[in-house]
């Protein structure tokens, strides 16, 4: 089974400890508004990609009801979640690789933490699709860890039962893309998360808009 697999069965059966654990959580609210802030047209389409079961959702349409949601997520049991807590959203069950087969054009995207599910090559990939999707001065939100791509590896949740594989990456490669793929580069947030052994992980946010 490869890597991907592994990663798409276990947010499956996480879902709901997944939508316990972050429902509440507040340390990426400001980088979700300056992505709703960049967005001033009424009624704008946004793409989330990797939606889970909606947390991220439910906070964009809290601050902004006219947003037109259209999300996906490649765990059936997240969109399952994510569709009961946003009856005014749409979701899909969708591989994130695969977005190049939407017709459909946005006018923003919004990708929190699938980029360390995704390899250095796939998340090259999925900014290119990205670009060709939005329209211009479309804004794109990008989170990641941020650390060195060689050391990406499986790793186990603190119940030990669970493993994913987990890649990190680094701001010169993810900027590299976005500014080939026409993206002027608004912000770069590092936010620092705390781990259960008592260290922190860096988070990177990129928020970019498409020239």
């Known amino acids: 089974m490869d890597s991907y697999q592994t990663n798409s069965d276990t947010w499956n059966k996480l879902a709901a400890v997944y939508q316990d654990k972050f429902v509440d959580m507040d ?5 979700y508004d300056t992505f709703c802030g960049l967005l ?14 909606g947390n991220v959702t439910r906070y964009l349409l809290a601050k902004r009801p006219d947003f037109k949601i259209e999300a996906i997520d490649i765990a059936p049991n997240m969109v399952k979640l994510a569709a009961r807590n946003n009856p005014a959203a749409k979701f ?5 690789r695969e977005i190049d087969k939407l017709a459909d054009k946005f006018d923003a995207v919004m990708c929190g933490f699938c980029m360390p599910y995704l390899s250095k090559e796939d998340c090259a990939k999925l900014i290119k699709d990205c670009a060709f999707l939005l329209n211009s001065g479309g804004v794109v939100y990008f989170s990641t860890i941020e650390g060195d791509y060689f050391q990406s590896g499986y790793e186990t949740d ?7 594989y987990v890649y990190y990456h ?6 590299k893309e976005l500014k080939e793929n026409g ?26 808009k498409k020239k």
Request: net charge negative; with cysteine.
């Open 158 to 164: 603190s119940s030990g039962q669970h493993k994913m």
């Open 27 to 31: 340390l990426y609210d400001a980088t």
């Open 170 to 175: 680094q701001e010169d490669h993810i900027a």
């Open 40 to 53: 001033e047209k009424p009624h704008p389409k946004v793409l989330e990609i990797g939606c889970g079961p």
């Open 92 to 96: 899909r069950i969708m591989d994130c």
């Open 183 to 208: 993206f002027e580069l608004i912000d770069l947030i590092r936010k620092y998360y705390p781990k259960q052994d008592g260290t922190c992980d860096t988070h990177m946010i990129f928020i970019a």
